[in-house]
């Protein structure tokens, strides 16, 4: 019998601010539906989320609670490695490296670094660095793919810059990951403003995201106050002023997985927008209410949690840490005795 190696898959999520529905849709569902089929690893960034001034109970707090979010969703410890970033030394020490290898000017072109630089007074250093801990992350584990929203895709393509100039420089040594971004869900967009992301910085703010452990009647609430146009017809549409309603259909197509189509045909029969933001309502209450209840039943054990945690991290390490030795030993470093 031939055996084809199975596929090597890694992702990262910060655990910084709280997770909404554009990170489930455009990274998360896509993790859990696939794990059967690849070797995973999920990684909560921490160290990325250092990148902005946290509150640090806050930071320790949203951590633990992103990791039961990630199993209640449905990551199952069995078929994947979930793990902090911080547990795994070897993703700073190889962030050290690559810096080593990799042009100022390459980061300096980062957009989402220009957009979040733009935006404070003052820029820490990590904000800058950012991609090549990401990029650390992706090469210690010689990932072949890397699940992402539209968002991250230049920081993929930044890591297999990073990952070529390292091989042309000390020979063949990391695999060069692809990214991988999902046909729905990518991009879902803030409900009261439909021409930016929903992102989690701006997820406190009211209105703008749909939160994944709001309840039902809050879910509800938020997409009834989605930003639509003065209109009443629902089907997709590029056309910038009917961006709302596009983005409420793209959510339920991307929950559902019905074709264009099939979900334009679902609200043939609505009258007018408050028909449809019901609907969509009850699809994202549904999807969303048993991730809830599960993701309270984790964090009442906490034992439990950090269990699952440590193990992931113990297996993460089995990867990482040869291959940073490598690394190191590639670059002229002494490898202690
Ligand atoms: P930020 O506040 O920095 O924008 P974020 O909401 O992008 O944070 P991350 O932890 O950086 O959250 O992203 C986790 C995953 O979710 C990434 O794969 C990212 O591409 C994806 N993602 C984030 N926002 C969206 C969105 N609005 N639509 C689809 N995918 C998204
Ligand atoms: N920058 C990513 C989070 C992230 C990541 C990764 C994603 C950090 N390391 C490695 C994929 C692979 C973001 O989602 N904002």
Redesign the pocket.
Known sequence: MTETKQKRVL????P??EI?L??Y????KGWVDRQAEKENFFCI?DL?SLTVPQEPEALRHQTRSLAAILFAAGLDPAKSTVFIQSHVRAHAESCWLLNCVTPLGWLQRMT?YKD?AGKQESVLMGLLDYPVLMAGDILLYDANEV??????KQHVELARDIGQRFNSIYGDFFVIPQPVIPEV?????GLDDPTV???????HIRGHAVRLLDDAKELERSIKRAVTDSGNEIRFSEEPERAGVNNLLGIYKAITGKSVADCEADFSDARGYGDLKKRIAEVVIEELSPIRERYHTLMANPDDLDELLARGAEQARTLAEPKVAEMRRLMGLVLPK
């Not at 699940?147 to 991250?152: A, K, S, T």
Request: aromatic letters at 2%; proline letters at 3%.
């Open positions: 992702s990262g999520i910060q910084s601010g909404h554009g990170n849709l455009g990274a998360v960034v990325h989402q979040k699940p992402v929203g539209e968002d991250q869900g990518a991009r879902v967009m992301k929903m992102s989690k910085s701006y997820s």
